[in-house]
């Protein structure tokens, strides 16, 4: 199972982005997905985690500004990022965990995490 995230760049204060991140694979299932971002010399850190409709968690820094969403059919999860401020500059990378399926003695089942590659995000003037 890999996961690819797409949609990083530049953008002025006050802009907007949409990353996304699909999940490619012998999926089984998403249990939930996500997004973290690293600021150069911080720690990486939550942005928005989605399990369901109800199950929804944002960093108090980006509430009322990102939104996350998931496709389960394509097991794709989306963040709108508005109002962007210079602040949330970071490489932001996609998490998952996830049931894949895989043949071993029979069709067995393993839950993990899995991380993408990370998207760099630069808000500037």
């Known amino acids: 199972v890999q996961l690819q995230a797409f949609g990083g760049g530049l953008v002025q204060p006050g802009g907007s982005l949409r990353l996304s991140c699909a999940a490619f694979?012998?999926?089984?299932?998403?249990?939930?997905m996500g997004w973290y971002r690293q600021a150069p010399g911080k720690p990486r850190e939550l942005v928005a985690s989605?399990?369901?409709?109800?199950?929804?968690n944002y960093a108090d820094s980006v509430k009322g500004r990102f939104t996350i969403s998931i496709d389960f059919n394509k097991n794709t999860v989306y963040l709108q990022m508005n109002f962007l401020k210079s602040e949330d500059t970071a490489v932001y990378y996609c998490?998952?965990?996830?049931?894949?399926?895989?043949?071993?003695?029979?069709?067995?089942?393993?839950?993990?995490?899995?991380w993408g590659q990370g998207t760099l995000v630069t808000v500037s003037s």
């Open positions: 998490n998952a965990h996830l049931t894949r399926f895989y043949y071993g003695l029979g069709l067995e089942l393993s839950h993990d995490e899995y």
């Open positions: 694979g012998p999926i089984y299932g998403v249990t939930d």
């Open positions: 989605m399990a369901n409709k109800d199950t929804i």
